[in-house]
């Protein structure tokens, strides 16, 4: 399942949008640092109408929307690296997601008071984004003192801590591919994708977009967000439609969350049981995507079944398709397209 890590200063709101994302169980919030130890786990399914459609069509009970998993993380705090308000124990939590939701405190509220003096979006960032950096340097300097690193690696971590040491986060650092895949299996944190969210107060939610170092962010009330969470779907669309908005920002944060981490989507719906819907890495091959849906299918893959979801659904179904000729086999190289249906034929007796 994909994991999603919201981080950000103490008292950013991380636990309040946490809240906001997911229907249970919910976070403690309280206006000091800290109020988040252990780590918040909650589940969010993926909004599809497309699997839902092919539910229809294809007469089937049972639906499985993509599944994210969401982690709220304590505040880290400047010294984190180092172990300042429990900083070690929350950067591995951080290492353990796909994507990182960075909040960025723009609300004001004095009730809840900020780390530092005033509120500084621009500084705020810079701190959290130098722990993981610093966090990095301290992970690849252990990493040297083993006696089982290679020469080859030894050089290519000290290429890393050069480029960290100099401000560049590891994402932005240029090298072979081999030696990124060597480097990307350190798991270090500046190489994680991360989706800034600007939380904003009540009355700012249909205003522009913020922006961080010339840059839109994506812009909610964590806060609205979380109350509005708590009401029926119905009544939230009445809220939603009498402030002027089409849709909650919690809908757009799942979905931006989705896509940031580079998915395809691809569906199954073998023996008419069960419609689901896959998250697979961009780019992906049939034997990747079989290996999904089950270990087995790599071992025993003999061909897959392949149709565009829209055209599946315009045909009225996988039988009708078929008799049309329009779902078409191919072999474990495929290059599995998004809103592909796809039908594994293996050879377990």
């Known amino acids: 399942m994909l994991k999603i890590g919201i981080v950000g200063l103490p008292n950013a709101g991380k636990s309040t949008l946490f809240n906001a994302l997911v229907t249970?169980?919910?976070?403690?919030?309280?206006p000091h640092p800290f109020t988040t130890i252990d780590k918040n786990i909650g589940v969010v399914e993926v909004a599809d109408d497309r699997l839902f459609q092919l539910a229809k069509v294809e007469n089937i009970g049972k639906v499985t929307p993509v599944s994210i998993t969401f982690i709220d993380i304590a505040g880290l705090i400047k010294?984190?690296?180092?172990?300042?308000?429990?900083?070690?124990?929350?950067?591995?939590?951080?290492?353990?997601?796909?994507?990182?939701?960075?909040?960025?405190?723009?609300?004001?509220?004095?009730?809840?008071?900020?780390?530092?003096?005033?509120?500084?979006?621009?500084?705020?960032?810079?701190?959290?984004?130098?722990?993981?950096?610093?966090?990095?340097?301290?992970?690849?300097?252990?990493?040297l003192q083993k006696d089982k690193t290679t020469p080859e690696e030894r050089t290519v971590i000290r290429i890393v801590i050069n480029k960290l040491n100099q401000g560049i986060p590891a994402s932005e650092i240029k090298i072979a591919d081999k030696d990124m895949e060597f480097i990307k299996a350190l798991n270090l944190l500046t190489l994680k994708k991360q989706l800034l969210i600007a939380n904003i107060d009540e009355d700012e939610i249909i205003s522009p977009a913020k922006k961080i170092s010339g840059s839109n962010i994506f812009s909610i009330s964590a806060k609205f967000e979380a109350d509005l969470n708590e009401y029926k779907w119905v009544e939230q669309q009445k809220i939603l439609k009498d402030l002027g908005l089409k849709r909650t920002a919690r809908d757009q944060v799942v979905k931006a969350s989705y896509q940031a981490l580079d998915n395809i989507t691809f569906y199954t719906i073998a023996k008419r049981k069960e419609a689901k819907a896959w998250p697979l890495t961009r780019n992906s091959k049939a034997i990747q995507a079989a290996g999904k849906v089950h270990t087995d299918f790599i071992k025993h893959f003999i061909k897959v079944e392949a149709i565009n979801s829209d055209e599946l659904i315009s045909f009225g179904g996988w039988h009708k398709a078929h008799e049309a000729g329009k779902i078409l086999a191919y072999g474990r190289d495929y290059q599995v397209k998004d809103k592909d249906v796809l039908e594994f034929k293996v050879g377990i007796k």
């Open 79 to 143: 010294g984190a690296h180092q172990g300042e308000g429990l900083g070690n124990q929350f950067l591995h939590h951080i290492r353990e997601v796909d994507l990182i939701l960075h909040v960025v405190r723009f609300f004001k509220n004095e009730k809840v008071p900020h780390v530092h003096p005033q509120i500084d979006p621009e500084e705020d960032v810079t701190i959290v984004n130098e722990e993981l950096l610093l966090a990095d340097l301290h992970s690849l300097e252990r990493y």
């Open 24 to 30: 249970k169980p919910k976070a403690g919030v309280a």
